[in-house]
């Protein structure tokens, strides 16, 4: 009984570990804007040929996770051929993940910040 109460302490030390220092908590959060206050389309793949996914509101906080390169796209903050990977739930509360263009996400960088996606 010692032994199994152990092992299940290491096991969930274990588990912590991986948690903890997954990119969980680097997340950050952005806003995303357009010059016009039209929503801003959250497309499935890093480029304007993906498909749009959902519409997020201009002037959202979005939790940021990575970028990619792909279209060049000309917005609210410059020209870039960066694309951001963001989450935002549906109307229905199911989370997406997608990208959207960095030229309209506030990060003030006019280059990638945080991580290259996979």
Do not use: E, H
């Not at 220092?21 to 039209?38: K, L, M």
């Not at 000309?74 to 989450?87: A, P, R």
Request: aromatic share 14%.
């Amino acid at each position: 009984m010692k032994k199994l109460k152990m092992m299940s302490m290491l096991s969930i030390m274990i588990a912590s570990l991986f948690f903890f220092s997954s990119n969980t908590f680097a997340v950050q959060y952005y806003t995303i804007s357009t010059n016009s206050g039209v929503p801003i389309n959250m497309r499935s793949g890093p480029g304007t040929n993906y498909p749009i996914m959902l519409s997020i509101p201009s002037g959202s906080k979005v939790p940021y996770y990575c970028y990619s390169y792909g279209t060049t796209v000309t917005g609210k903050y410059g020209t870039s051929n960066i694309w951001d990977q963001i989450q935002w739930k549906d109307s229905r509360g199911v989370v997406n993940i997608g990208y959207i263009s960095d030229t309209y996400v506030y990060t003030g960088s006019d280059g990638p910040v945080g991580i290259r996606c996979n």
